[in-house]
């Protein structure tokens, strides 16, 4: 795992800059570093050694030196296609995947990337086109970060690589508060920082004398095929069980990190790790850390856990914010913080159970009832009709059922985090940051491609594109590698991704709440039985509690009074809030937290509008 950053330029390249900007992103790579310049193009390479730790440095370049090749990420198939190019004449001088990368790049172009399988982002320079080309994993479980500006070209791994270079312009990007408010995270292609971009997942680009191009090389579609639920647990877990085997390959130790749910316990009974991890909070209610332990003692595995303070949670903030790159609002992401720092202490590279819910279908917000569904085969405009009428009615049981069932998914569903809807976000916001645009302007493109699927299958979709590539794995890289650890997620694989796409949304639930049948039928032979049905608990954290205790209600209290919050947000409409959730009158720690995140991230990364001092990470 390492960090790529660098820049295209039409004037000589500034060394001095892009080694400050490799040193931005040092905690992606601290065994080794590496620099490439030319006349053009710039790049620099943070390594964290997990194969060919002798070799492997880069960039690197190709043996006719025209090619060169800065990755980040870990491709698991390396070996079959470092067979196939040797058969085609191609001679290795190392046995690492960034090699194999490079030469079959050489050979092939772009088309080569199709082949990979794994998680990556890397960046090609060809000298004699005076050409960049980068590619993102289909996933997006790898960041890749652009920006052209003027005369320069960013790419990166990282935003905050960009910083320390002279021509790269730090201004916030209005459009962007109004969607996180609502999907509590950045949602748009465009950064928080105005004119830099996410390169999506499953994307290439290419730069070449100031033309940008950038395209799709991979799509996912789901594809249900009828096969019985026993059969179709078997094929789960015998493609489970070799993405795991795969996503083992290490010249190091290999960890996992194991909470109280049936995703990371299936990886860790698979992987049999010499160590587990996992963290709780001293809250009852709010530490899994028991149970995970418990798992481990039947496994005959060995679990470490840490648990966390309120305190340590607060004094924290800034730094998860420093390293999200992005202001993030989920709650989990600080405890995921706290479990990466403990598992480094002794591994390099930990495996994970994220993805699982994306593919398998985990949260309980698609779970519907039977009678929802045979409902919900009215035509629109009967249930409609049915909703006006009961509408104006004083309440009954079933109301909510016959509103809600006459609204149409595409309607209602933004993902699993839904914090301010567009009124309230217009109410909450100054005029300056206010848009016209609805969250339904970024949901709409990722419906349109599946106009025709169930509900659930839709609700899939649009979280496999935005919730789990812009929250989830977002947070799992950056918290990691904040750690200077290698996260591997083994059900984010393509061929345990052809297996789920094509189970049936019907096999997906069953009964009042039970999720992703599927994968705890193929859980059965390697779980304890009380396992396999656990209900999904992700990382909960005991904000809602805080935030009720004098001491936490006075520091949010101090940071929505700061003068620089008056630029964003009505002050008085977020203290009502604050009081609101203080005194028990109303839950709006999810609202608040969202906000806080933002000004602390605003603080971190624009301290000279705060009047703070610049910020240095804690480590």
């Known amino acids: 795992m390492c960090g790529i950053t660098g820049f295209v330029s039409r004037s000589a390249p500034d060394r001095e800059a892009l080694k400050a900007m490799a040193d931005r992103i040092r905690h992606r790579g601290p065994d080794d570093e590496g620099y490439y310049v030319d006349d053009t193009c710039a790049i620099a390479h943070r390594r964290l050694s997990i194969i060919d730790l002798a070799h492997g440095h880069q960039p690197m370049v190709s043996p006719d030196g025209n090619f060169i090749l800065a990755y980040n990420g870990e491709v698991y198939n390396f070996q079959e296609l470092r067979q196939e190019l040797i058969a085609r004449g191609c001679v290795f001088s190392t046995n690492s995947d960034t090699e194999v990368i490079l030469q079959g790049y050489a050979q092939e172009g772009p088309e080569f990337t199709r082949k990979l399988r794994g998680m990556f982002a890397f960046a090609v320079w060809d000298r004699s086109k005076r050409e960049l080309y980068a590619a993102r994993d289909p996933f997006g479980i790898k960041p890749l970060y652009y920006a052209p500006m003027g005369d320069t070209f960013f790419f990166g791994s990282e935003l905050k690589s960009f910083l320390p270079h002279p021509a790269f312009r730090k201004e916030l990007n209005p459009e962007a508060l109004k969607f996180y408010l609502t999907f509590q995270y950045s949602a748009l292609d465009e950064s928080f920082l105005k004119g830099v971009f996410r390169l999506l997942p499953g994307h290439q680009l290419t730069y070449r004398e100031g033309q940008l191009r950038v395209s799709a090389y991979h799509t996912f579609s789901f594809q249900p095929e009828d096969m019985p639920l026993e059969q179709r647990a078997e094929q789960i877990r015998q493609v489970v069980t070799e993405s795991v085997k795969s996503h083992e390959i290490s010249d190091v130790e290999v960890g996992s990190f194991l909470s109280g749910g049936i995703d990371s316990s299936v990886i860790a009974a698979l992987s049999r790790p010499d160590k587990t991890y996992s963290v709780g909070f001293d809250r009852e209610g709010f530490d899994e850390t028991q149970e995970a332990k418990d798992l481990c003692r039947e496994l005959g595995l060995k679990n470490i856990s840490e648990t966390i303070s309120a305190q340590e949670f607060f004094d924290i903030l800034p730094t998860i914010q420093y390293y999200a790159d992005e202001p993030n609002a989920n709650l989990s992401t600080v405890p995921l913080y706290f479990l990466s720092r403990l598992a480094a202490r002794d591994v390099k590279v930990v495996l994970s159970g994220e993805g699982a819910d994306e593919l398998f279908a985990g949260y309980i917000t698609y779970h519907t009832t039977k009678p929802y569904r045979a409902y919900r085969k009215l035509p629109l405009p ?45 109410r909450v916001l100054t005029p300056a940051y206010r848009s016209k645009k609805t969250f339904r302007d970024v949901t709409a493109p990722y419906y349109a491609q599946v106009k025709d699927a169930d509900d659930l299958t839709k609700m899939q979709y649009l979280d496999l594109h935005l919730w789990q590539p812009l929250d989830i794995l977002r947070k799992a890289d950056r918290m990691t590698m ?59 954290v005991p904000f809602i509690q805080w935030l009720r205790e004098e001491k936490y209600y006075n520091w949010a209290r101090d940071l929505l009074t700061q003068d620089y919050v008056a630029e964003f947000f009505d002050q008085k409409y977020l203290l009502d809030l604050l009081d609101r959730h203080y005194s028990g009158k109303a839950k709006t720690h999810r609202k608040l937290y969202t906000v806080l995140s933002f000004l602390i991230w605003y603080q971190v990364y624009f301290p000279e509008k705060c009047g703070a001092r610049p910020f240095v990470p804690a480590r």
């Open 382 to 426: 009967v249930r409609k009709a049915v909703a006006g009428a009961v509408g104006g009615l004083p309440y009954f049981h079933g109301q909510g059922f016959l509103t809600k069932a006459a609204r149409r998914v595409e309607d209602t569903f933004v993902g699993q985090a839904f914090i301010f809807d567009n009124e309230e976000a217009d």
């Open 482 to 540: 904040a750690n200077s650890l290698e996260l591997r997620v083994p059900y984010l694989d393509r061929e345990v991704w052809k297996v789920a796409r094509a189970i049936p949304s019907s096999q997906k639930m069953r009964g009042k709440s039970t999720t992703k049948v599927p994968l705890r039928e193929a859980a059965i032979p390697l779980l304890p039985d009380d396992w396999v049905n656990r209900p999904k608990m992700g990382f909960p």
